[in-house]
């Protein structure tokens, strides 16, 4: 595309974009247009040297679907769409540890999510992207042709696990939203079914769907049928000719497609404090 008003910078040969010469706080209709052109194109786009207000970040998401409120984490007060996502200089668990799409057991997954950078390590802390579509092009024929309507059931019910192994305890910076048990409960037990394989709203392009941080078994298999399969696709959804690195900065603003593109934040910079604000944009139910 020709880009009239941003320069767009490809990060790697198959996913992810620098965007130059835009104010997220002051776009005009064109610049966002062409930096959500962008967003599709490159599925992972970081913009640097942003100044936004919490008010600015979620004016920009809602241009991309109504905000999610994390069911699990406590939000600031009056601000229910942000998560603050804090690592301590003494706390090894880091939130959101390993490849996933964000938040697949909710009915409508997040089209979006948006990473504000407020504090990061002098190295490290960087985070990972992975391009959907090849995983699905690069399958065989005969792979493609049994995924092709095959659904997964998703469910967030690991939570218990992790929240029973102490890695949301009271000295932990990011605190769980205890005072809703209840609504975090049903969240938790919820089973909900997406499509292995989705085709893409915007793009009509089809992805692999099927990260195995939420994805529980497919539906009519049992969980020991499923695996094997499960781990395969895993494995081949992050070869590394998929992927590209995003090395953060004070007031970089990356955003990444939930519908075509894996993330994973990488764990490298114990001893050192990193804050990032993150909101989501509702999407639509994957087919």
């Not at 994390?70 to 804090?86: H, Q, R, T, V, Y």
């Not at 893409?200 to 009519?220: I, M, V």
Request: hydrophobic share 40%.
């Amino acid at each position: 595309m020709n880009y009239q008003t941003i320069e767009v910078k490809p990060l790697a040969g198959n996913i992810g974009a620098e965007i130059l010469g835009a104010d997220i706080a002051n776009l005009t209709q064109e610049s966002f247009a062409e930096i959500h052109q962008a967003f599709l194109d490159h599925m992972a786009i970081i913009i640097r040297d942003q100044d936004l207000s919490v008010k600015e970040q979620a004016s920009f998401v809602e241009r991309f679907g109504p905000l999610i409120h994390d069911p699990f984490i406590k939000a600031p007060d009056g601000n229910p769409e942000l998560l603050i996502i804090k690592k301590e200089e003494n706390e090894r668990y880091t939130y959101g540890d390993g490849w996933h799409s964000d938040s697949t057991f909710m009915e409508k997954p997040p089209v979006a999510s948006f990473l504000y950078a407020k504090e990061i390590p002098p190295v490290g802390g960087d985070t990972l992207f992975s391009n959907q579509y090849l995983a699905y092009e690069t399958l065989s024929p005969g792979l493609k042709k049994m995924l092709d309507g095959l659904i997964a059931v998703h469910s967030a019910i690991g939570m218990r696990d992790i929240i029973a192994a102490g890695k949301y305890t009271e000295d932990r910076s990011m605190k769980l939203r205890t005072d809703e048990w209840d609504k975090m409960e049903k969240v938790i037990d919820a089973m909900v079914e997406h499509p292995v394989v989705r085709t893409h709203p915007e793009t009509g392009r089809k992805a692999l769907y099927a990260t195995r941080s939420y994805l529980k078994h497919f539906k009519g298999w049992t969980p020991e049928e499923s695996m094997p399969l499960v781990n395969f696709l895993f494995e081949h959804s992050i070869r590394p000719e998929f992927t590209c690195r995003i090395r953060w900065e004070p007031g970089s603003f990356a955003m990444w497609d939930n519908r075509c593109a894996l993330h994973k934040p990488v764990t490298d910079y114990h001893g050192h404090r990193r804050i990032m604000h993150r909101m989501m944009a509702e999407g639509d139910r994957p087919i």
